[in-house]
């Protein structure tokens, strides 16, 4: 009789674990939500929003997107990494997903989450005011080196992908230069800092300063990725002249830990597919993006390889948030 009822039991349980809609490879059942850490309106929001539409079309299901912002986002992240690890909650994440945990003892780590596909990328930009002399990134340097502690560089804060970016600069030299870090609320008071000379270059995003330098009031002096960009096909990269550089800027999706690849799977084909629609990919190119929809494995790596590349610059030069 014993044996009857644990026979019994486990055909019951059995059953019940083939009604489960992710064991039949039906996720998802229900609407996904996606946590923006950071106010609506900003790059990271406006790239969901564009390929929301699409998602939701590939997964049959509602994409509830839910800005979360605050603390330099780590309560929306906060947030996400506390969610069940089913794949109806997920994170949009950039940059500031590797670098937070070098800067701030209350960011969740990225081994807290688990990699589903980074979407886009796009280099930063190494802008300075059209009056700087300096027109070259080997002149910059030399300028740098020549006005030890003169020279002012802006950023959007401490830490942030445009301070990180003048400090792997300065480390193509053997000696470190010293230069002024100048840091702006926002991107916005950043590039008028720039229009009304009030610093003497940046890295920066293309979107908010090619406007100004089709005007001729900015000059593109290098951009960081390991290609000319299409927008700009006459400005070298920083690797023309400093081989091996890179400062890209990039959007992806992460899952709580644990999430079961086969929905980390799913979610990363339909990502995939939401971005190369002909529309979505129209939108972002004018922005700027490349589109990656990169593999939940290929993303893994490249985000640990980040942090471990930036942590360390974060470190040796004792970056500090105020």
Do not use: C
């Not at 014993?2 to 992710?22: D, I, T």
């Not at 939500?33 to 299901?61: C, N, S, T, W």
């Not at 959007?156 to 445009?162: D, I, L, S």
């Not at 129209?282 to 993006?289: A, I």
Request: aromatic share 6%; net charge positive; hydrophobic share 45%.
């Amino acid at each position: 009789m014993a044996v009857r009822v644990s026979l019994s039991l486990f055909s019951v349980l059995a059953f019940a674990a083939m009604l489960m809609p992710e064991a039949r490879g039906q996720y998802p059942n229900k609407p996904v939500h996606i946590v923006v850490p950071f106010p609506a309106g900003g790059g990271l929001d406006a790239v969901m929003r564009i390929i929301q539409p699409r998602l939701a079309e590939q997964l049959g299901k509602a994409i509830i997107i839910e800005n979360k912002g605050g603390a330099a986002g780590i309560i929306g992240t906060t947030h996400a990494s506390r969610a069940a690890p089913d794949g109806y909650t997920l994170l949009a994440v950039f940059d500031s997903h590797v670098i937070n945990p070098h800067l701030y003892k209350e960011a969740p780590d990225i081994d807290a989450f688990d990699a589903v596909t980074m979407m886009v990328s796009l280099p930063l930009v190494l802008v300075a005011n059209a009056s700087f002399p300096a027109n070259t990134v080997g002149q910059i340097l030399a300028l740098a080196k020549a006005k030890a502690g003169r020279l002012t560089y802006g950023s959007t804060g401490p830490g942030a992908p445009q301070h990180l970016g003048v400090l792997l600069l300065s480390l193509s030299h053997r000696e470190r230069i010293d230069m002024i870090h100048v840091p702006f609320k926002g991107g916005a008071p950043l590039v008028q800092a720039m229009l009304s000379n009030e610093v003497d270059f940046t890295f920066t995003f293309p979107s908010g300063v090619l406007p100004h330098i089709s005007a001729g009031k900015l000059k593109a002096i290098a951009v960081g990725g390991r290609q000319r960009m299409a927008q700009l096909p006459d400005v070298p990269t920083v690797a023309e002249t400093i081989p091996g550089f890179e400062l890209m800027s990039w959007l992806g999706i992460v899952a709580p830990k644990g999430v079961p690849a086969a929905v980390s799977d799913r979610i990363q084909r339909a990502v995939r597919q939401a971005l190369t629609a002909s529309e979505a990919q129209q939108r972002l190119t004018v922005m700027g993006y490349m589109v990656n929809a990169s593999t939940p494995e290929e993303f893994s790596a490249f985000m640990k390889t980040e942090s471990e590349r930036l942590g360390k610059v974060i470190r040796d030069f004792g970056v500090k948030v105020e």
